[in-house]
């Protein structure tokens, strides 16, 4: 899964993308894109790794994307909605989420380019920098569908004319400003839009970007947002993205120390990558075998045998059933063999639909 950090100039994304990756970056320079490949703070594989004694523990991976500032500031230029072209177009155009990063820090010496800080103002100017991108896409896409439809032949009309139905609807939710994430009707009408790079289709983490000094009311400020901002696939986080990636160097207790002399509860960064799971709207599921316990990424709802799939593709085909137990049921039992003599694994066959937690061990025949 690919998330790109977006947002307008100077509102520190090269900074949360730093303290996201914090060792895992891999460095670029300001006008292109920055890539890492990042793992997913995990506290439920942690603990059940220990539980199940493993040797190897695999978390998740997330690739991160620093992009420069793709859009044109709003008002300065005639074009507007147009993003940048090449390599960091491209990985915006297929992210499968965004990280929106906004500044709140203040900072005496270094001026907000609009003036004053105002993440409220932000927020807004980009989404609408990303309605009015979109709008351009599908503009472009009609016009050409305007003429290949009518130099078809009538039995070949009929795909297109579909197509110009579902963008003409789109257009006009572009129109009234809103964000396409909220509008796609099912699941049809998402694959069918998904080649198009649309960026309102995107799920989005906004990240309000903390000034040092809010660091103790980073939750009260996060929900403030979250009541504004927060909807369906809109989600909301607050951290010090400066904070964070300067923490992100130094050893975990002393971090820890640094924290807490900032009244800083736990850490932010951590926290912040965790939640990504539930803005890409993936479950998380687990597989201790052997002496690996191993965390898994799939969409809300997924299979079984979906999700056998995702692990080896001989488990799908010879998939037989799968034995299932929630994490948490799992650590109050305290281990799988107790788990087992007590008939609390459950039985799941190939239509069970996975659940965020579930520890699997999938039964298949080669
Ligand atoms: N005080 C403070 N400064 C920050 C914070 N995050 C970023 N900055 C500063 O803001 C400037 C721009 O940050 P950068 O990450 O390069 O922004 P970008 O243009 O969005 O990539 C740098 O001087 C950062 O040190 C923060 O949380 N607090
Ligand atoms: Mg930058």
Redesign the pocket.
């Given at each position: 899964m690919d998330l790109a950090i977006v947002?307008p100039?100077?509102?520190?994304?090269?900074?949360v993308f730093n303290a996201l990756a914090a060792s895992h970056a891999r460095h670029g320079d300001a006008r292109h894109e920055q890539l890492a490949a990042v793992k997913i703070p995990d506290e439920r594989l942690e603990r059940l790794a220990r539980l199940v004694e493993a040797k190897k523990v695999t978390p998740l991976e997330l690739r991160l994307h620093d992009l420069p500032?793709l859009f044109l500031p709003a008002g300065r230029h005639g074009e507007k909605g147009r993003a940048a072209s090449g390599e960091a177009a491209e990985a915006l155009s297929r992210a499968d989420g965004l990280i929106l990063?906004v500044r709140a820090?203040r900072?005496a010496d270094?001026p907000h380019p609009r003036g004053d800080v105002d993440p409220g103002r932000d927020i807004d100017e980009f989404r609408s920098e990303m309605v009015l991108h979109d709008q351009g896409i599908v503009e472009r896409r009609l016009k050409k569908l305007d003429t290949t439809v009518r130099s078809s032949r009538p039995g070949e009309r009929e795909e297109g004319q579909r197509e110009q139905v579902l963008l003409q609807r789109i257009r006009q939710y572009l129109e009234d400003g809103r964000s396409l994430r909220d509008s796609v009707a099912g699941r049809d009408e998402a694959k069918a839009l998904a080649n198009y790079g649309l960026l309102t289709l995107k799920p989005v983490l906004i990240l309000i970007?903390?000034?040092?000094e809010d660091i103790a009311k980073e939750a009260e400020i996060e929900g403030d947002y979250r009541g504004r901002y927060g909807s369906g696939s809109t989600f909301v986080g607050a951290m010090?993205?400066?904070?964070e990636a300067e923490l992100g160097e130094l050893e975990p207790e002393e971090a820890a120390e640094f924290r807490r002399e900032m009244g800083a509860t736990e850490p932010a960064a951590a926290r912040i990558l965790a939640q990504t799971q539930e803005v890409l709207g993936l479950v998380t599921f687990y597989t201790p075998v052997g002496t690996e316990c191993r965390a898994w990424a799939a969409p809300a709802g997924t299979t079984a045998v979906e999700a056998a799939g995702r692990i080896h593709t001989d488990m799908e085909r010879g998939f037989i059933r799968a034995e299932a137990i929630s994490w948490k049921e799992l650590m109050g039992i305290g281990s799988f063999a107790e788990a087992k003599k007590q008939g609390r694994l459950r039985s799941e066959g190939k239509q069970y639909v996975v659940q965020d937690g579930d520890v699997l061990h999938i039964l298949f025949h080669v």
């Amino acid at each position: 899964m690919d998330l790109a950090i977006v947002g307008p100039a100077q509102s520190g994304k090269t900074t949360v993308f730093n303290a996201l990756a914090a060792s895992h970056a891999r460095h670029g320079d300001a006008r292109h894109e920055q890539l890492a490949a990042v793992k997913i703070p995990d506290e439920r594989l942690e603990r059940l790794a220990r539980l199940v004694e493993a040797k190897k523990v695999t978390p998740l991976e997330l690739r991160l994307h620093d992009l420069p500032t793709l859009f044109l500031p709003a008002g300065r230029h005639g074009e507007k909605g147009r993003a940048a072209s090449g390599e960091a177009a491209e990985a915006l155009s297929r992210a499968d989420g965004l990280i929106l990063v906004v500044r709140a820090f203040r900072r005496a010496d270094m001026p907000h380019p609009r003036g004053d800080v105002d993440p409220g103002r932000d927020i807004d100017e980009f989404r609408s920098e990303m309605v009015l991108h979109d709008q351009g896409i599908v503009e472009r896409r009609l016009k050409k569908l305007d003429t290949t439809v009518r130099s078809s032949r009538p039995g070949e009309r009929e795909e297109g004319q579909r197509e110009q139905v579902l963008l003409q609807r789109i257009r006009q939710y572009l129109e009234d400003g809103r964000s396409l994430r909220d509008s796609v009707a099912g699941r049809d009408e998402a694959k069918a839009l998904a080649n198009y790079g649309l960026l309102t289709l995107k799920p989005v983490l906004i990240l309000i970007n903390l000034d040092e000094e809010d660091i103790a009311k980073e939750a009260e400020i996060e929900g403030d947002y979250r009541g504004r901002y927060g909807s369906g696939s809109t989600f909301v986080g607050a951290m010090c993205a400066r904070l964070e990636a300067e923490l992100g160097e130094l050893e975990p207790e002393e971090a820890a120390e640094f924290r807490r002399e900032m009244g800083a509860t736990e850490p932010a960064a951590a926290r912040i990558l965790a939640q990504t799971q539930e803005v890409l709207g993936l479950v998380t599921f687990y597989t201790p075998v052997g002496t690996e316990c191993r965390a898994w990424a799939a969409p809300a709802g997924t299979t079984a045998v979906e999700a056998a799939g995702r692990i080896h593709t001989d488990m799908e085909r010879g998939f037989i059933r799968a034995e299932a137990i929630s994490w948490k049921e799992l650590m109050g039992i305290g281990s799988f063999a107790e788990a087992k003599k007590q008939g609390r694994l459950r039985s799941e066959g190939k239509q069970y639909v996975v659940q965020d937690g579930d520890v699997l061990h999938i039964l298949f025949h080669v």
